[in-house]
């Protein structure tokens, strides 16, 4: 839906990919990078599946709606209702993750892969 976010994307994914080349000269040495992580949000959500929950605390759900506060957009969209539907998802997500609160992730499918030697 946003091309930006595709753009980002793909800007995220070389720099992952580049970060780990021992072979470039920078200051700091390769590393890998994990990730990316795609946030749950409505606009994309066709074949988004919840693979991490990451609990929220009380405090940082408080703080995210005196954050979200500050974006007009976000609080008065003629279009959609986005603080309330996400405070909403922050709670399911939270009941589904046994928690308060909670924000869901998933992963590119092949950083789903577990590879065991024993069950």
Known sequence: MHKDHETTHRIVKDAQFFA?????????????????????????????????????????FELWK???????FAVHSPSFPYKEYYEHLMRVNGCLA????????DVDQEQKRVILSEL
């Open 20 to 60: 780990g080349l021992s072979g470039l000269k920078r200051e700091n040495s390769a590393h890998f990078a994990k990730g990316p992580y795609y946030a749950e949000n409505w606009e994309d959500s066709a074949g988004f599946e919840k693979y991490i929950y990451l609990e929220v605390s009380k405090e940082g």
């Open 66 to 72: 005196k954050a979200i506060d500050t974006h007009w």
């Open 98 to 105: 046994r928690t308060g609160y909670a924000e869901a992730f």
